[in-house]
């Protein structure tokens, strides 16, 4: 369905005509080879399609919209399929009747296919929308730049872009509600929703080379999220793949394969966590070191000064903000917004467990571990800058305590964090719990067999 140069020739070559030269012409073209030479053609070869003895009952005074669809089907063929997809696609097999000629229309239904036409159009909008619920603010919101104050004009695109989203959403294929989008809004949806899919996959490919300096700088403090608690033997993989996945990130951004419906790398950003989260240990160290050591409550505690206690603070000025910081986000993850999304009924927002600023099993940290739950979104967001902002500010929080607490450290690492072989551990691990449920099973059944004799 793309417009090539093919279609542009034989239009210009038409138009060097008189009508009844053309006519035999139009008459072996397709329904949709029709719309897209019209695109083209000028005043003869308008005229000549709208006064077509085969073709006019289905042109005259509908080129206009016809067109709009044209325009709209292919907006939607490359932002809905890669390259050759669509033909293997059901969409391919609705819009079957644009490759009709004039015979096969004799005994077709219905008699108005511009309407047809359009119905097909919403219909797979209708889709698209389908997909991106409940998210519809969530993907506006990348229309434009974090932060960024939105002036009038640019409200009213979001406001837009979020109640034509709801819209097809609420469309039923067989009972178009009295509000349905005309073309135009269509059009102009399809447009700033690119725009946002644009926006996306250059703020998912920022993050992973965001991470990337992370993992450089503390290969010892984090991790990929379901990787063991142990160190790794190989930390440079982790890098190689998060540089590898920005660089394709970044190479469909440019070349304009930006498909709804398929994601790059999407398991990187499901998650209310970043792609990289600190080991357990460093929790471990970061509530050993509170209990000890308090963070001062007073503004301007300056490290050496004494507060009401007697006690000389350990903390310089600075480390007291960055343990502030920590703490504030400690409970929860950061929504996409870059508020905080504590919700204790949703484990996925919680960050932490066993702390005590943990929501979920309060304790005195020395079990502490971070939450990791698996999600099966359908819409990876890039993470927050408060989001990713915390992540960068409690490894070097641990950074600084490691300094300052080296006897603490192997204290809370324990003797499995030298073991490289931590996934040969993980193994033994669930082979000895699998051993041990088989035990029981076994009593169980002895015990049943001994209670009936």
Known sequence: ?????????????????????????????????????????????????????????????????????????????????????????????????????????????????ASHWATMVRGRLHSVAQDLYPNFTETAYFLFPAGTPLNASETEEVEFFIHTAFTLYSLKTNNWPANVPSLPVLARWIALYKRVRHARLAAQAAELDRLVVLHERHAARVKQPWAPQTRRPNPDHVVAGLRREAARLKRRNVDGRIWHGRELSGYRFRPAFAALVPYDWCLRLFCEVLKRHPVPEEEGFAEGRRGDDGESSVYSQKVVEMMREVLEGLPSFYHVYGERMLDPSKPETL?????????????DGREGRFLTKRVRGKNPFPHSDNELRWLETFVEVILWMEEHFPSLVNEVRGEEWEDCHGIEATKRRREERKR??????????????????
Do not use: H
């Open 1 to 113: 369905m793309s417009k090539g140069g093919r279609f542009a020739r034989i239009a210009r070559d038409l138009e060097k005509l008189p009508p009844e030269l053309i006519e035999p012409v139009l008459a072996d073209l397709e329904y949709g080879q029709i719309v897209r030479v019209s695109q083209f053609g000028g005043p003869r070869v308008t005229w000549a399609i709208e006064n077509s003895p085969a073709w006019s009952r289905f042109f005259r005074g509908k080129l206009a919209v016809l067109q709009q669809l044209d325009d709209l089907t292919n907006s939607l063929i490359t932002l809905c399929y890669a390259t050759g997809g669509f033909k293997d696609s059901p969409w391919y097999d609705q819009l079957s009747f644009l490759r009709y000629q004039k015979d096969n229309f004799r005994f077709k239904y219905p008699t108005d296919w």
């Open 436 to 453: 041990r449920k088989e035990e029981l099973v076994k009593e169980a059944r002895s015990r049943e067999n001994g209670a009936k004799t």
């Open 351 to 363: 960050r932490t467990a066993r702390t005590p600023w943990s929501v979920s099993e309060p304790a």
